[in-house]
């Protein structure tokens, strides 16, 4: 968990306008994968290279935990809509998972 998570802080921290609707995509797919591994449907993921790592987290997680993950998301895609800072809002994202 924590690997995996310092990773993507790392990515937002050198997250640019530009490009936060794909780190936000790519949470989307992470926390879809773990969703999929915790309802035994692991061999429709997309991440399988970081399948080990989902495993991992999915063990950590539990359902009610991913939807709320997800609902974030959306949230932090309608204040970016709404030219909040988009490096706050990340952080402010990964800070609470």
């Known amino acids: ?4 998570g310092e990773k ?12 936060i609707n794909a780190a936000l995509a790519a ?3 992470v926390l879809r994968d773990i969703m999929l591994i915790k309802n035994q449907n692991s061999e429709n ?8 790592d989902l495993n ?8 009610n935990h991913v939807k ?4 974030r998301i959306r949230e932090i895609k309608n204040l ?3 030219n909040i800072n988009y490096k706050l809002l990340l952080e402010n ?3 609470n998972i």
């Open 8 to 19: 993507f802080m790392k990515k937002a921290a050198k997250a640019s306008p530009e490009n």
């Open 93 to 95: 994202f990964l800070i």
């Open 45 to 52: 993921i997309i991440n399988r290279q970081a399948e080990p």
């Open 1 to 4: 968990k924590i690997r995996l």
């Open 27 to 29: 949470w989307e797919l």
């Open 80 to 82: 970016y809509k709404q």
């Open 68 to 71: 709320d993950l997800l609902e």
């Open 56 to 63: 991992k987290i999915a063990e950590n997680m539990d359902n």
